[in-house]
């Protein structure tokens, strides 16, 4: 199974990439698709392929609508050359543990007086659906399609398209991300067909103190490769300043670009971006906002979230159940030893061991359950330290070693493709022990030991780890899809990166 769907996304990766070079031949039809969604994004010269969160992604990178943690409804209007101007709405909302999904319309017009004879007219529509899911937490991968319409006067053309994207956090600061757009067959007015401005970008973002840095490069099928760099900063706690550059490619548009924003509690936004032309400015701006309860990073519900059932079980914490194993090893260890009630008992550790806190502490409840007096190697006998006056108390001690006390995943996986996550978690308690009379005389060996096996929903992982505690907090390791999906991901960024670089050493 791995290795069919190892053949399955290397093929897809190496037609994909490929097909936005061999149509590079003429120019592309359906040039509204390069306008640019969202005022943040413009602002920063649009070098946004890593940094698309809302339902902007679904113009710049379909895979950023794995990185919503609330539903987000986005408006905008674009004042475009020559009287022409855009309207966007977008809306996307995470689904939990089931990824996120998205919607965009866009809808464009322009008019003018031709040569007398009366008023032309065209227009441009747009209508996009788009799903993305985390295969980790640090990995998302998304893709929408989208139906196009353009109008010539009384001519009309219609296609759709395909987008697909990957994102990929390196760290809490730095993410890269890689995105193919505009697949799909050109517009065909009458007899005469254009190509889809089919583009692949790559680039990535950096977090620094209050300020986002941000680089992408972009091909574009008929036209060189374009750098796009943009930077964020954040002064004050609401205001956010923009400013960009555009380099590559003769347009009439300037290389810069600038803009402003201003945000609420992170729910409410207005972003205005900026990019003048020799035909006169260009103007975006764009109102968001931020409705329901916001979602942990993870996608599992912090307040009013309903998942689904599986969710809703919330399963025990890797602690607690070594805590029970081990209560369960040690009552039975008590019975077989039949120690008189009422007996002085002491407890020494053989080994050291990360969880002999642990142990030792349901030892003491179940030795104090059981009516002993115990003691520890911290605690004097009773009488303090005089023994001889206690002969009438009879007195023993329990030595013990940890053997194993540890929770693991032994496997991860995912339902179908891209599913949901689960993972087979194995935990185990194995404890030695040695119980000594008065005369130091070992009067019973014996170990006891127990095993739990559970499967246990990924989005749940995190929260049965206990910090500090390793034995309980074991490491994740990537299985099943996330292995294949993961290094391919990144070999096609870096890949990305190579073949934009060397089209761009032959276009000079």
């Known amino acids: 199974m791995v290795s069919k769907r190892f053949v399955v996304l290397t093929v897809l990766f190496l037609v994909v990439v490929p097909s936005v070079e061999c149509w590079s031949q003429g120019t592309s039809g359906a040039q509204f698709l390069g306008i640019g969604m969202g005022a943040r994004s413009v602002g920063m010269g649009g070098a946004y392929v890593s940094l698309a969160t809302d339902g902007s992604a679904l113009y710049w990178n379909p895979a950023g609508l794995s990185q919503t943690t609330r539903m987000r409804l986005s408006v905008s209007h674009v004042s475009w050359l020559d009287d022409a101007s855009y309207e966007y709405a977008s809306f996307a909302t995470p689904l939990g543990s089931n990824g996120s999904v998205g919607l965009a319309l866009e809808q464009g017009s322009l008019s003018w007086d031709n040569t007398g004879s009366g008023t032309f007219e065209a227009g441009d529509f747009s209508g996009v659906v788009g799903y993305a899911r985390r295969l980790r937490p640090n990995l998302g991968v998304g893709g929408s399609v989208k139906y196009l319409r353009s109008s010539l006067g009384d001519a009309g053309a219609s296609s759709y398209a395909l987008d697909i994207g990957a994102v990929y956090a390196l760290s809490k600061s730095a993410t890269i991300g890689a995105a193919v757009r505009n697949l799909g067959p050109g517009l065909t007015f009458e007899v005469e067909s254009d190509p889809l401005p089919a583009t692949i970008t790559v680039g990535g973002s950096y977090l620094w103190n209050d300020a986002v840095f941000a680089l992408d490069f972009e091909k574009v099928n008929d036209s060189e490769v374009t750098t796009r760099a943009g930077v964020e900063y954040s002064p004050v706690r609401y205001l956010a300043l923009r400013g960009g550059m555009i380099l590559g490619g003769d347009t009439a548009l300037s290389s810069f670009t600038g803009g402003v924003g201003l945000n609420w509690d992170e729910r409410w936004a207005i972003d205005y971006a900026y990019r003048p032309t020799d035909l006169g400015g260009t103007h975006w701006l764009a109102l968001t906002a931020g409705l329901g309860s916001e979602l942990s990073a993870g996608g599992a519900e912090e307040t009013t979230y309903r998942g689904t059932a599986e969710e809703l079980t919330i399963p025990t914490s890797n602690i607690n159940v070594l805590s029970d194993l081990t209560r369960s090893v040690i009552a039975t260890a008590l019975d077989k030893m039949g120690i008189p009630v009422g007996a002085e008992v002491s407890i020494r550790q053989i080994d050291s061991h990360a969880a002999n806190w642990l142990v030792q502490s349901i030892f003491l409840e179940e030795l104090t359950g059981c009516g ?49 996550r689960k993972a087979e978690r194995r935990s185990s308690v194995d404890v030695y022990f040695q119980l000594a009379g008065a005369s130091k005389t070992v009067v019973w060996a014996g170990s006891e030991e127990r095993e739990r096996r559970d499967i246990v929903p990924g989005s749940r992982l995190e929260g049965l780890r206990t910090p500090g505690q390793a034995f309980a907090s074991p490491e994740i390791e990537p299985g099943g899809w996330d292995k294949v999906i993961e290094p391919v991901v990144v070999a096609g960024i870096v890949g990305g990166l190579i073949y934009l670089f060397y089209s761009s050493k032959s276009s000079d």
């Open 372 to 420: 002993h007096t115990v003691r520890t190697a911290a605690t004097p006998p009773a009488g303090g330290g005089m023994v001889a006056h206690v002969d009438e108390m009879e007195s023993y001690e329990v030595a013990y070693r940890i053997v194993s006390c540890e929770t693991a995943y032994t496997r991860v996986w995912r339902e179908w493709l891209v599913g949901a």
